[in-house]
């Protein structure tokens, strides 16, 4: 699987868009960009993924660059309750064996 | 739905205790998962069953740990003996085959050895 490098932490206005930028130079044809993220004391949380066209949902957008060589994950509108680790995952999608790495992420903080 | 249920939710035991946790994965989902995260590792899998099989236990640290899934709806994590460096999170998810993108995580069970 691709390697990932994203910012260790950013911060964000509270109602401001938030912009999380994940580098994935290596990635291979057949690899999607996953993007989770993980508030204090829960569980990760799914919030999007895609291959090469941008794509937008109920939590968020995701812009991929044209190579494919990076991406950026946009809160549009982030709340207190986004501040929480984005992790910027490169696999291989679909099938059974389906398997997500965690790298270490970027702390988002959404201050008031 | 409930969601992914796991418990206890927090255990301290002591150094050498056999330690079990527990997991009842969304109903219907037929792939599970057991991560362990922490500060120093962040998130790491340790296996995953399909089917209540298991595909891929190479992330399992060591003998002793051990995973098992008798039905659908339930599996198990055990460390027996525990060891002090065995302190983390440790995160049950499921999910469908079919479904490519989403694992659903459960709360976690917060894991202490003195």
């Known amino acids: 699987d691709a390697k990932t490098t994203q910012p260790p932490s950013m911060d964000c206005a509270e109602g401001r868009a938030a912009n999380l930028p994940c580098n994935h130079s290596?990635?291979?044809?057949?690899?999607?960009v996953y993007w989770y993220r993980q508030i204090h004391s829960q569980g990760p949380q799914y919030i999007i993924h895609?291959?090469?066209n941008n794509e937008t949902n109920e939590m968020a957008s995701l812009i991929i660059t044209e190579d494919r060589k990076s991406s950026t994950l946009i809160l549009p509108h982030a709340t207190l309750r986004d501040t929480a680790v984005y992790y910027c995952i490169v696999r291989v999608g679909g099938g059974s064996n389906y398997k997500l790495t965690f790298g270490k992420g970027t702390l988002l903080t959404v201050n008031p | 739905d409930a969601g992914v249920i796991q418990s206890p939710r927090h255990e301290v035991t002591e150094m050498g205790q056999e330690v079990t946790l527990r997991c009842k994965p969304i109903s219907g989902h037929n792939s599970l998962f057991w991560y362990r995260q922490t500060m120093m590792r962040g998130l790491e899998l340790l296996i995953y069953f399909n089917n209540n099989v298991p595909i891929d236990d190479s992330g399992m640290p060591e003998d002793r740990f051990s995973a098992k899934m008798p039905n659908a709806s339930f599996s198990t994590l055990k460390i027996q003996p525990s060891e002090p460096r065995d302190s983390a999170v440790y995160f049950c998810?499921?999910?469908?085959?079919?479904?490519?993108?989403?694992?659903?995580f459960g709360p976690g069970t917060r894991l202490l050895v003195l």
């Open positions: 998810a499921s999910k469908l085959w079919e479904d490519q993108e989403t694992q659903y």
């Open positions: 895609g291959l090469k």
């Open positions: 290596t990635i291979s044809g057949n690899e999607y």
